[in-house]
């Protein structure tokens, strides 16, 4: 068993709700500042990537019925998955390109994208890592998990950013155009970003998903130089 944390931590805001049974961790210095989402289900409850290993987290997920899955959108993502597996003993889903990441962790892996209950699939969305996914929640008008895929910018936009560190910046892109063609308006409303939430100015998502990633100039994008 992996030592926990005895005490909550003073400096650890509890959970915050997001949307009807969704709710945001605070961001994760394991992950680089990763912002973690929990939904609460009837089929099961999903952890999409790692909260801090804190009391507080730890003892919300256990109230909240525990966590089925936990849902890894990518490598940077990580963060303390053992120890959260053997607190909860839930079951880890990464993409097949990134398990090895996880040597001494039982995983389920998929390729292209996995189905997990009647409201909720996985989607590969490679580019940002090459196991880059989102979670694709089909209840409330439409929700996507985006991981680092997409980001708020300075304006609260949801964009892919390149960083130094993008793995593959046209299938990053590839992998926007996919969204578009696999979504409309009316099944993407929202995108819960897994990072640069401080952009969205006390917003807790993204409304008017699809519409504003369609005004995206994808070319434009395509040509962007990585920064130095």
Known sequence: ???????????????????????????????????????????????????????????????????????????????????????????????????????????????????????TQIIWTPGHSPGSSCLCYSQLGGVLFSGRHLLPNLQGEPVPLRTAKTFHWPRQIKSLQLILERFTPETLRYICPGANTGFLRGQRLIDQAYQRLASLDLQTLLQMQPPL
């Open 1 to 119: 068993m992996c030592p926990l944390p005895q005490q909550p931590s003073l400096t650890v805001k509890p959970p915050r709700a997001v949307l009807d049974s969704i709710f945001a961790f605070p961001p994760n210095r394991d992950t680089l500042g990763g912002t973690s989402y929990f939904i609460v289900g009837n089929e099961g409850n999903i952890l999409i990537d790692c909260p801090a290993l804190e009391q507080t987290n730890l003892d919300f997920l256990q109230s909240h019925g525990g966590v089925r899955w936990l849902f890894l959108t990518h490598r940077g993502a990580i963060g303390k998955t053992a120890e959260i597996q053997s607190a909860l003993g839930c079951e880890v889903l990464i993409q097949e390109q990134e398990a090895y990441l996880l040597p001494n962790l039982t995983v389920t892996t998929f390729t292209q994208e996995i189905t997990l209950n009647s409201t």
